[in-house]
């Protein structure tokens, strides 16, 4: 299994091009406004090193659990632990640790069969992409949306050709890509991209259907960041959660990027591109992580939440107890229930056993409504407090250190205490680190309806049909 120190020199200097306010970063794992995620990455490939519970044995070798294709309900629980130990590491607050396409890549080479209608070589090129990054444990992120340019017209129709990544020439040893996607999450530390679609093509986008891994070193693929809220995190007292889990968010340019035919999952076939998510069960797994994922930023959250509440000496109060019980506890609980019966319940689609799709599909749908309801609630526990704290240097001045430790103290924390707990309250609710995890929380896998359409789609309604026949039957 790979050491954290491997992924980082994989990842140092390797020619990558990343242009961050215009200008190119030399070395992604010092600069400010990467190294804090980095660090997180690299801590958690070695923590995982022995740890049989989130491994396995395959030829010979000990692999991530993060690669496990799930045959059975102990592949299931192996994958919730593995999911749980990335998810632990970062407290919940990175959506796309490596664990997350590597639930899809494992997906994709588990059900081969999906991609060899078009062909035993797109079936070939997926296993031996998903072997490679298996034995290396690569760091895969992806980029599957397109830019918003025009988004009541297909990929082809768009006010010029090539807004949309496609095939702009075919070559005898692969094809060449250009255009641009939005949004890779995590790309800029990562070893690969796979570049597809998860919205569906329509007739015509033939030289947009296409699915593709890269090295995020290959020539012509460019990165263009966002701004790091860790380069204006002014300590790591003042901004704890900015100023370490930060993962970027990227636009992807294509500048005619040549990929080999041995990376090409799918060439100019619409149909496969649409269907390689959901056929596969990528889809269960990819969201069933992060479901898992935001399962333990609500234990963070109820940890914070009730820490506060003792410190304020508000834990006692029963209506401080009903609020934290019914905007917290309920949701925390309801969650890992979700997970659990998700696990519960399988559902097997030839061979591969999934954790249930409509559980998956409920869990998501209702995740992006309680995540609002859940900051509110942090935000009234914290009230006025989180208005005017002091930052790490008023500690240290002596002109304020006397005051700012006598008046913002707790009755059972000291004043740099409450205030660190604060501050950690406030990163995560109203810095713009905060309010970044809240627009991801809302639409990471896709818009309200759409999560809302798949659980529609997943759900048994048959079941319902039932009793309302019995229901009518003359008794």
Known sequence: MRRGADYIAGIRRDGRTILLDGEPIDDVTTHPGFAGPTRVVASLYDDAIGDAEIAYEDEGRSHSAMWLPPRSAEDLERRRMVHRHWAEGCFGLMGRTPDHVASIITAFAARRDVFDRAGTRYGDNVVSFYRQA??????????????????????????????????????????????????????????????????????????????????????????????????????????????RFDESDNL??????????EHVFVHRDIG????????????????????????????????????????????AI??????????????????????????????????L?????????????????????????????????????????????????EDVERYYRSATLSSRDRVQLLKLMWD?????????????????????????????KSFDWEKGRVHVRRSMRPT
């Open 134 to 243: 298996r034995d290396n444990d690569w760091f895969v992120s992806y980029a599957v949306t397109p830019p918003q340019v025009d988004r009541s017209k297909p990929a082809h129709l768009q006010p010029e050709p090539f807004l949309y990544p496609g095939v702009a020439e075919e070559r005898d040893d692969g094809i060449v890509i250009r255009g641009a996607q939005m949004i890779a999450t995590s790309a800029a530390i990562s070893d690969y991209l796979f570049l597809s679609y998860i919205a569906p093509l329509q007739p015509g986008d033939e030289d947009y259907a296409i699915s593709v891994v890269m090295p995020l070193s290959a020539e012509g693929l460019r990165l263009y960041p966002r701004r790091p809220y860790a380069t204006i995190a002014t300590s790591t007292f003042d901004y704890p959660l900015s100023a």
């Open 252 to 261: 992807v340019v294509l500048r005619d990027v040549f990929v080999p035919w």
């Open 272 to 315: 496969l591109v649409n269907r390689q998510f959901h056929e596969t069960g990528a889809h269960v797994l990819a969201n069933y992580q992060a479901l898992i994922r935001f399962l333990v930023k609500l234990e963070f959250v109820s940890g914070l939440a009730i820490e506060l509440a003792d410190a304020h000496g508000l834990s």
């Open 318 to 351: 029963p209506p401080v107890q009903a609020q934290l019980g019914g905007d917290i506890a309920a949701f925390c609980s309801a969650l890992e229930a979700i997970v659990l019966a998700a696990q519960a319940r399988p559902q097997t689609r030839n061979g």
């Open 353 to 401: 056993v999934l954790p249930a799709p409509s559980f998956v599909s409920a869990g998501v749908s209702l995740q992006r409504r309680w995540v609002v309801d859940l900051m509110r609630a942090l935000r009234e526990l914290g009230g006025g407090g989180f208005i005017a704290m002091p930052s790490a240097d008023s500690y240290e001045a002596a002109e304020t250190a």
């Open 428 to 456: 995560l609710v109203g810095t713009e680190f905060a309010g970044r995890q809240l627009q991801y929380e809302m639409f990471y896998s896709a818009a309200q309806h759409i999560a809302d359409l798949q659980v529609f």
